[in-house]
């Protein structure tokens, strides 16, 4: 089994500041970690996913996330926010014994203030 | 290129009937999965469909079923709805699902509320 925990629900910052969202996963078997982002009423855009390689991702609009196998976490980042980046981010797990469905955290809401 | 399209955008039904949703996939693809996101929740897993056959399923009852097309299009159909089927119905697509690093896109969603 696999399993997503976002760690923070709310994440409030500042514009221009940098923002950190913390994901952990569990699972027993090599997995691909992915982060997506939903604008209000919306579906839900890919930002960046780690497969294998490097582990640091870079993904769309100034995004980065690291993949630690020690710590099994996939937290991203960004080093400055702008007020645009305000919305929900879900952090997702998938691997071959799900079929590669995709299995989310609840969700981290960002809100960026002036 | 057109993405994912979903219809309808939002809907009303009543206790105990029966709904169908609608996927067009992104151009290209031929996998079609279905999620469930309830008000301030991660999109859960309903099914994935590929070569019109159901390939895997989440942990949803039997009231959820679904179909694919030969054009790979899809539907979602939930019979004898609940209150808490309510929620957003969210359709995925995305090449051959044997290959885990495929993007997965999504639609806009079709909101359903039960009453």
């Known amino acids: 089994a696999q399993s997503v925990t976002q760690l923070d629900s709310q994440v409030p910052v500042f514009e221009e500041a940098p923002v950190e969202l913390r994901c952990n996963y569990s699972?027993?078997?090599?997995?691909?970690l992915f982060w997506y982002v939903q604008y209000p009423n919306q579906g839900l855009q890919l930002l960046l996913k780690?497969?294998?390689?490097?582990?640091l991702v870079k993904g769309i609009n100034g995004f980065e996330a690291e993949f630690n196998k020690s710590q099994t976490s996939f937290h991203l980042r960004k080093p400055s926010v702008h007020i645009s980046d305000t919305a929900e981010y879900f952090c997702?797990?998938?691997?071959?014994?799900?079929?590669?469905?995709?299995?989310f955290g609840k969700g981290t809401s960002l809100l960026v203030t002036p | 290129d057109a993405g994912v399209t979903q219809s309808p955008t939002h809907l009303i039904k009543t206790r105990g009937q029966q709904v169908t949703l609608r996927c067009s996939p992104k151009?290209?693809?031929?996998?079609v999965s279905w999620y469930q996101q309830a008000l301030g929740q991660g999109p859960q897993f309903i099914f994935q469909?590929?070569?019109?056959?159901?390939?895997q399923r989440g942990n949803f009852p039997d009231r959820f079923s679904g179909h694919q097309f030969p054009n790979y299009s899809s539907e979602l159909n939930v019979n004898a709805l609940l209150l808490g089927d309510s929620a957003l119905y969210l359709c995925?697509?995305?090449?051959?699902?044997?290959?885990?690093?495929?993007?997965?896109?999504f639609g806009e969603g079709s909101w359903l509320t039960v009453v």
């Open positions: 995925a697509s995305s090449l051959v699902p044997g290959q885990g690093g495929n993007t997965i896109y």
């Open positions: 699972s027993s078997v090599s997995v691909y």
């Open positions: 780690y497969l294998s390689g490097s582990t």
């Open positions: 997702a797990v998938t691997n071959s014994n799900s079929g590669y469905a995709l299995n």
């Open positions: 151009s290209g693809h031929d996998t």
């Open positions: 469909y590929y070569e019109e056959e159901e390939r």
